[in-house]
């Protein structure tokens, strides 16, 4: 690889970082929500988190302001790895020009599998740092508590509590949930964002490097990824944090098939779209600002050194 793909990843890397100061508290109600009333059918559950805002002031209350931050440093720790990753990968290929038809012109398939395989490579790189941001933001006090409740008291603590516990594979335990979920995530929100971008400019309604045109793209994707990523989420949050046994095998869900199977017959179709409020409001910002961010740190960087 060459400078300017180092480049790519760490502007994406930073990118990355920066959303997600604005959106983890979102991401702490959002893994809240999903994990609440979990196997139990609708109406026998209490219901401890209303919604996005109501989750925010429930914790803040009951563990402080600094509640609404928890796994922050993991969760930056995973956005420099998986949208460093991500997002450089597939700027790689698109300057490559596997993003387009031999022709030249944007190709909807080349650009889903493009997507698609930049975000499988990369959340399985990052996947423990997601698998410990999982379990420190769903970690409450006793009162608010939901899910299964896990007694890492840092990233580093929690890291090394796995390893001990199930060894170096213990770490990706949950992974494929994870991968599968951003495959179809990053194939949808990247696809829309570089399609809707061209399309904006082509309209000439603002100059090409204008960032009107990214932030516009923006808001697209954000809604797109919202409604084809949120199932895959709820499983993947149910995966990383379900306890294990001795052998490190799930207590509650056997596979990412089961988990699916689990959550349809006892919550219903509603029970894969549990914490979308705050996972719109989350993937909203997160979408807009990354990937805005990134669109404005690779003209700078263009704009600095052409």
């Given at each position: 690889?060459?400078?300017?793909?180092?480049?790519?990843?760490?502007?994406?890397?930073?990118?990355?970082?920066?959303?997600?100061?604005?959106?983890?508290?979102?991401?702490?109600?959002?893994?809240?929500?999903?994990?609440?009333?979990?196997?139990?059918?609708?109406?026998?559950?209490?219901?401890?988190?209303?919604?996005?805002?109501?989750?925010?002031?429930?914790?803040?209350?009951?563990?402080?302001?600094?509640?609404?931050?928890?796994?922050l440093v993991p969760g930056l720790w995973y956005q420099m790895t998986m949208n460093g990753l991500r997002?450089?990968?597939?700027?790689?290929?698109?300057?490559?020009?596997?993003?387009?038809?031999?022709?030249?012109?944007?190709?909807?398939?080349?650009?889903?599998?493009?997507?698609?395989?930049?975000?499988?490579?990369?959340?399985?790189?990052?996947?423990?740092?997601?698998?410990?941001?999982?379990?420190?933001?769903?970690?409450?006090?006793?009162?608010?508590?939901?899910?299964?409740?896990?007694?890492?008291?840092?990233?580093?603590?929690?890291?090394?509590?796995?390893?001990?516990?199930?060894?170096?594979?213990?770490?990706?335990?949950?992974?494929?949930?994870?991968?599968?979920?951003?495959?179809?995530?990053?194939?949808?929100?990247?696809?829309?964002?570089?399609?809707?971008?061209?399309?904006?400019?082509?309209?000439?309604?603002?100059?090409?490097?204008?960032?009107?045109?990214?932030?516009?793209?923006?808001?697209?994707?954000a809604v797109m990824n919202t409604l084809c990523m949120t199932p895959f989420d709820v499983v993947a949050?149910?995966?990383?944090?379900?306890g294990v046994c001795s052998k490190g095998k799930g207590l509650t869900y056997s596979g990412v098939a089961?988990?699916?199977?689990?959550?349809?017959?006892?919550?219903?179709?509603?029970?894969?779209?549990?914490?979308?409020?705050?996972?719109?409001?989350?993937?909203?910002?997160?979408?807009?600002?990354?990937?805005?961010?990134?669109?404005?740190?690779?003209?700078?960087?263009?704009?600095?050194?052409?």
């Amino acid at each position: 690889m060459n400078r300017n793909h180092y480049v790519e990843f760490l502007l994406a890397g930073i990118a990355g970082c920066g959303a997600c100061l604005f959106t983890n508290p979102l991401e702490v109600v959002k893994i809240r929500m999903q994990l609440q009333g979990e196997l139990k059918a609708r109406g026998q559950t209490t219901i401890v988190y209303r919604n996005a805002l109501h989750g925010l002031y429930t914790i803040a209350k009951n563990e402080g302001i600094t509640g609404i931050q928890k796994g922050l440093v993991p969760g930056l720790w995973y956005q420099m790895t998986m949208n460093g990753l991500r997002l450089g990968t597939f700027q790689i290929l698109t300057n490559a020009g596997f993003t387009n038809s031999p022709s030249g012109e944007y190709s909807f398939p080349r650009n889903i599998v493009a997507g698609a395989v930049a975000g499988g490579i990369a959340t399985w790189v990052g996947s423990p740092f997601y698998l410990v941001k999982t379990h420190l933001q769903s970690k409450a006090v006793q009162d608010i508590a939901v899910g299964y409740q896990h007694s890492h008291e840092s990233m580093t603590h929690g890291l090394l509590s796995i390893y001990r516990s199930s060894g170096l594979f213990g770490m990706w335990r949950g992974a494929y949930a994870s991968v599968i979920k951003v495959m179809v995530g990053s194939s949808v929100q990247l696809t829309t964002f570089s399609f809707v971008r061209q399309y904006i400019i082509g309209l000439k309604y603002y100059d090409p490097d204008d960032g009107r045109n990214a932030l516009i793209a923006t808001l697209a994707s954000a809604v797109m990824n919202t409604l084809c990523m949120t199932p895959f989420d709820v499983v993947a949050t149910r995966m990383y944090n379900q306890g294990v046994c001795s052998k490190g095998k799930g207590l509650t869900y056997s596979g990412v098939a089961n988990c699916f199977i689990q959550i349809f017959q006892t919550e219903g179709l509603w029970g894969f779209y549990k914490g979308w409020g705050p996972q719109l409001l989350r993937l909203g910002p997160q979408t807009i600002l990354s990937l805005f961010f990134w669109d404005r740190l690779r003209y700078m960087y263009k704009k600095s050194f052409s």
